[in-house]
Structures are given as C-alpha cells and as structure tokens.
C-alpha cells in the first residue's frame, strides 16, 4: 500500500466524529498534508455522487412519491408494495425492482 493510500485508509478508520488533522495524518505516513486533504475531500465528493447516481428515483421523484402516499392515505386507501412499486416505475421512466 502506497504512503498515500495507508493515510487516507488511516482516515477513514476513524470513528465518525473523532477529531483528526491532516498535518498529523500526513506527518504520520510521510505525505504531504496538502495532498492528502485534497484526495480525501475528493473521495468523499466522489463516493457522494457515486451514491446519487445509483438511485432510481431523484430528489423531486421522490417527493412525488411521498406525495402520492399522502393522496391514497388522505383517501384511505392502503398502499400496497405493488402499488408504490408502480407508481415509483412510472415517476422513473423505468422499471424499479423488488428491492429498489
């Protein structure tokens, strides 16, 4: 494992939460603190939009959703999985699976 790599998994094992600074991370596994704080603000800015563009449903979708649920319980419909499975497909564009 590369000085770089060893830093930035030294900082992702810290409980979240626990303070840190990059000069002691870096001074610690030999890299440059500058360096470091960019690869890992980067990662964290990639892992976000990883995460985002995995998600069959956007933001405003998914308040369409909710919306929807809203609607059927105001009429006192139940909703079914089936239901909210379809409704969520049509929102998408897309077919949405058991487990989206």
Request: glycine share 4%.
């Amino acid at each position: 494992m590369t000085p770089i790599k060893a830093a930035l998994a030294a900082i992702e094992s810290l409980e979240p939460g626990e303070k840190f600074t990059y000069q002691a991370i870096a001074a610690a596994h030999g890299v440059n603190r500058c360096t470091l704080s960019r690869r890992h603000k980067q990662s964290h800015v990639l892992h976000k939009a990883k995460s985002i563009n995995q998600q069959k449903l956007n933001p405003q979708q998914e308040l369409k959703l909710v919306e929807y649920i809203k609607m059927l319980t105001k009429r006192g419909l139940l909703s079914t999985r089936e239901m909210i499975q379809n409704f969520a497909s049509a929102v998408a564009k897309e077919p949405v699976g058991e487990g989206w």
